[in-house]
């Protein structure tokens, strides 16, 4: 997303099945209260108007520090009422329920914090409400339920999980059907055909499929954090009835303090690990976690770089098939056209290509960690 900053974060998120939408933009936005212009700020503002545009469905939840009686204020303020005609212009739905205060204070309870979607997602969005749970902030926690989206698993398969032995038993298999005449462009097409097909068939057959697993493990906490969380929702329960905030605060700033530590140290000591490993490991720890990336130009023998598909293809072709020629498509086109290949010792008609096909097994056995069904793609 192009609209995130200090007071804006906006992430677009993509959901399978159900009725609901397909794709959601999830904001989270502060509307400062000193701020000398009337909500909502520009970034807001761009934020609607992109999501407008392309048609994508919106939900942001605001601390908006604004007064309206729509959303259960105790009163209205200029501030509240200037948001307020932002979000009907707009065509926006306010999905607040409920009067329970969403900032409390010892001194002080309001409803400042709103969430506004757009139409369509608003009616899939159920069960509003703030929650009793101790936030350790002003502010309280705002719980509710898309509907009509069902969560997508992702599975995978890990090739060093692979059977090697049994998928080179069963290609060896695979490829002892494969036709052995080739002379033309159409069988030559089968062919590559039926070796695709041998090689994904064999690594799926051998490689089971990984359910992907989330990684909740947050590196930062700690049990210090963890026992300085449960002194502040202790302490939370007394001032309602001894109206004494005083212990409530101070716990409260020293857990905020602590945390802030932790993080730090946690970011302090992740830059160090990367910046002491090897160049190689560096830059796979980097890339570990994000998903398959294309290649987007390699060097050339001449040190400059490809600068199309086309280059990159024309290239690794010439690298790995040297003395080979790139063939042209004919004015005419390839039907019909007979192609000439030779015969080559101790396979009678089968030619040069598909010996190099049969015997891939050798490839496979030096390099026990390519996955096969890359080479397809």
């Known amino acids: 997303m192009h609209h995130c900053s200090r007071d804006l974060t906006a992430v677009k998120i993509k959901m399978l099945g159900g009725g609901g939408p397909r794709e959601i ?193 947050i590196s930062w906490w700690n049990q210090d954090l963890a026992e300085r969380r449960k002194k502040v929702c202790r302490l939370f329960s007394l001032p309602k009835k001894s109206g004494n905030w005083t212990d409530y605060k101070r716990a409260l700033t020293d857990y905020n303090k602590a945390l802030r530590q932790a993080k730090r140290e946690s970011w302090r000591r992740h830059c160090e690990e990367i910046e002491k490993a090897p160049e190689c490991a560096r830059l796979h720890k980097i890339l570990s976690k994000d998903g398959p990336s294309a290649v987007s130009s390699i060097q050339l023998a001449n040190g400059e770089y490809t600068t199309s598909e086309k280059g990159i293809l024309e290239d690794l072709f010439r690298v790995h098939f040297p003395g080979s020629k790139i063939i042209t498509e004919p004015s005419g086109g390839w039907d019909g056209l007979e192609l000439e290949f030779p015969k080559w010792k101790g396979t009678g008609h089968l030619p040069k290509v598909l010996s190099v096909m049969k015997n891939c097994n050798e490839l496979f056995s030096h390099f026990n960690l390519i996955n096969p069904q890359a080479l397809m793609e």
Not at 35 to 50: I, K
Not at 112 to 130: E, F, G, L, Q, R
Not at 161 to 171: A, I
């Open 25 to 217: 933009i999830l904001g989270s936005a502060y509307l400062p209260y000193d701020d000398m212009e009337p909500p909502p700020p520009g970034e807001l503002e761009r934020l609607v108007t992109g999501c407008r545009a392309d048609g994508t469905h919106l939900i942001i939840g605001c601390d908006a520090n604004s007064h309206h009686t729509s959303w259960r204020s105790t009163n209205i303020n200029n501030r509240g009422e200037s948001l307020f005609n932002y979000i009907m212009a707009n065509g926006l739905d306010i999905m607040n329920r409920g009067n329970k205060p969403t900032f409390v204070t010892s001194n002080r309870q309001e409803v400042i914090d709103i969430m506004i979607a757009t139409v369509y997602v608003s009616n899939c969005i159920k069960d509003w409400h703030v929650t009793e749970e101790v936030s350790c902030s002003d502010h309280r926690y705002i719980r509710f339920t898309v509907t009509g989206t069902d969560r997508a698993v992702e599975v995978y398969r890990n090739p060093r999980r692979t059977n090697w032995e049994s998928f080179r038993t069963d290609l060896s298999g695979c490829l002892s059907n494969m036709t052995d005449k080739v002379s033309n462009f159409a069988d030559l097409e089968i062919a590559a055909k039926q070796f695709q097909e041998a090689i994904v068939l064999a690594y799926n057959e051998n490689c089971p499929l990984t359910v992907r697993m989330s990684n909740r493990n």
